[in-house]
């Protein structure tokens, strides 16, 4: 199983059904990958950044996992305004993007965003608009990266998460061997008891507090009066 046939056999387990992503080199294998699935939906944009609004509004109405995908480079850069939408609006999203092949970092290869030798760096561009960006290094982590990410995704506030997958890792031969089952396992978020007291008083107190306010009113326009 190569890596993008085993992200999408996982996504699928947790219940994405639909994706959303540009066209490019670097994503071909996740596209071929999606076109064999028989429970996810691809949808191919003409611009990235819609797919990551795309995928804002499928986790928005679906309460599912939004996924979006891009090639490595500029196309990847493109996922960010979606991204920082689902950050601050709290959507649980999924981006996938390609990345250069790790043995060119820092030779200023065709769409290198390592950071080094003034070459972008997607890793820190990508940890400022989601929750957490990873580095897939070892085909072996697949499931371990994917598993973490869509849990970051859920749990606590929901957000985006992001996942680079270098060129080298999709390469003919490159397999996933011990390709396992994702487990979700997001507690649910409890609200405070004592924050729960605290409003509960402020809110009760509220009605109260506005009729004495009436009432003073009440009380000076009547003094008023008296005195003309």
């Given amino acids: 199983?190569?890596?993008?046939?085993?992200?999408?056999?996982?996504?699928?387990?947790?219940?994405?059904?639909?994706?959303?992503?540009?066209?490019?080199?670097?994503?071909?294998?996740?596209?071929?990958?999606?076109?064999?699935?028989?429970?996810?939906?691809?949808?191919?944009?003409?611009?990235?950044?819609?797919?990551?609004?795309?995928?804002?509004?499928?986790?928005?109405?679906?309460?599912?996992l939004g996924f979006c995908f891009a090639t490595a480079g500029p196309g990847a850069f493109n996922l960010f305004s979606g991204l920082a939408v689902a950050m601050s609006d709290s959507y649980p999203v999924l981006a996938v993007s390609g990345y250069a092949t790790m043995k060119w970092r820092g030779w200023g290869s065709l769409n290198e965003t390592s950071g080094l030798n003034r070459t972008p760096d997607s890793q820190a561009m990508f940890a400022a608009t989601t929750k957490k960006s990873f580095l897939l290094t070892d085909i072996?982590?697949?499931?371990?990266?994917?598993?973490?990410?869509?849990?970051?995704?859920?749990?606590?506030?929901?957000?985006?998460?992001h996942i680079h997958v270098p060129e080298d890792l999709t390469h003919r031969g490159v397999e996933v061997t011990n390709f396992r089952a994702l487990r979700l396992d997001v507690a649910p978020v409890l609200p405070d008891p004592a924050q729960v007291e605290k409003i509960a008083a402020i809110?009760?107190?509220?009605?109260?507090?506005?009729e004495a306010d009436r009432h003073a009113r009440r009380l000076r326009c009547g003094a008023q009066r008296g005195g003309t």
């Avoid at 499931?143 to 606590?156: P, Q």
């Fill in 140 to 161: 072996a982590d697949t499931c371990d990266v994917l598993e973490e990410a869509v849990n970051i995704a859920f749990e606590g506030r929901p957000g985006p998460v």
């Fill in 203 to 210: 809110l009760g107190g509220r009605p109260r507090a506005a």
């Fill in 1 to 64: 199983m190569r890596v993008y046939e085993a992200i999408v056999k996982g996504l699928e387990g947790v219940g994405v059904r639909a994706a959303f992503g540009g066209a490019g080199e670097n994503a071909a294998g996740l596209m071929l990958a999606l076109k064999h699935s028989r429970q996810i939906r691809p949808v191919i944009t003409r611009h990235e950044q819609a797919a990551s609004f795309m995928a804002c509004g499928y986790a928005m109405y679906t309460n599912r």
